[in-house]
């Protein structure tokens, strides 16, 4: 996006040069806050209302009140999208604690800051999505629930960077998370599936996974193409012997991975039920979202 794309800020559209948030925002001090990453597609808002719902029940998991209707929400991601002609895209939301002193307390922050980003977007090459990713196991677990409950998209994204980073040092293009039991949970920034004698496998959201939004969207599109798709618990000896694995997000959408751990999956391309997937997927954003000019 050009330097001068409008980004809302609190009420306002302010020049990208001039948004700027406190030294004393709680967001940056302690990453208390929350963050939503959606689509924009042929001028279309993909999966709005979900990406608000999810919001809303991050905000009411870490107590903050968010000071608006889910409508009004909504809308400031519209027209944010709106004032910069975005008609494909990205669009990150951000709201944080607010403005506070330099304590944890909460109380110091009386008015929580909500940020809206509508950019543009760094696609993987469709020889990355016919190849497939390369994925390592990551020596960190993901946070449990004991914790910072993985079902809140926090600021606080230290333990999926260092994830990100520890791909980085291997190669590779992507990690698994394990949880505290060694079950696979989910990547750095996207959910898994693995598809064993033509059943699609992802795991329960319960074991320390993000509720994805594209992950909802595949099981159901997955049902409606025929396939069993079964949410349970599995381990990586399950992903090593899959007949095919994939990651969704909304960044990457669905991307097969044919290397884990220097096992080759399938035949080490992209698999024909993730194709058929991804196609259904593709088909299926390409006319579904909120109208951002009706
Ligand atoms: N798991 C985690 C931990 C995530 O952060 C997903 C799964 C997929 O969820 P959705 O609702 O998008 O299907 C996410 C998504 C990015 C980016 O720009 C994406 C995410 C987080 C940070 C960056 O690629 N989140």
Redesign the pocket.
């Known amino acids: 996006m050009s330097s001068d794309s409008l980004i809302y800020l609190d009420g306002e559209f302010v020049k990208e040069s001039e948004a700027k948030v406190s030294v004393f925002d709680h967001g940056l001090l302690y990453g208390d806050g929350f963050f939503e990453?959606i689509r924009v597609y042929n001028s279309r808002v993909f999966k709005l209302q979900e990406h608000v719902d999810r919001a809303f029940a991050a905000a009411k998991a870490i107590m903050l009140n968010l000071p608006m209707t889910k409508e009004e929400m909504a809308e400031i991601i519209l027209e944010s999208c709106r004032k910069n002609n975005l008609k494909d895209g990205y669009i990150r939301l951000v709201v944080t604690r607010g403005k506070g002193n330099l304590g944890l307390n909460p109380r110091s922050c009386p008015k929580p800051s909500i940020i809206c980003i509508a950019a543009n977007i760094q696609l993987f090459s469709d020889e990355v999505y016919e190849k497939g990713l390369k994925l390592v196991t990551c020596s960190l677990r993901r946070n449990s629930s004991n914790n910072i409950d993985p079902q809140i998209?926090s600021l606080n994204y230290i333990n999926?960077i260092l994830g990100v980073i520890e791909a980085n040092r291997a190669g590779a293009d992507e990690v698994i998370f394990l949880n505290q039991n060694g079950v696979v949970a989910?990547g750095s920034?996207?959910?898994i599936f693995i598809i064993k004698d033509g059943v699609i496998y992802t795991p329960p959201i319960y074991i320390g996974?993000?509720d994805?939004?594209?992950?909802k969207c595949v099981m159901e599109l997955a049902e409606k193409e025929g396939y069993r798709v079964c949410e349970k618990e599995f381990t990586l000896f399950n992903v090593y012997n899959a007949d095919e694995v994939f990651l969704?997000?909304?960044?990457a959408e669905l991307i097969a991975v044919t290397n884990v751990d220097d096992r080759v999956i399938g035949n080490g391309v992209c698999g024909p039920i993730t194709e058929k997937l991804l196609n259904a997927y593709r088909e299926y954003r390409n006319s579904n979202g909120t109208d951002l000019y009706q």
């Open positions: 990453g998209k999926n989910e920034g996207d959910n996974a993000l994805g939004i594209t992950r969704t997000g909304s960044a």
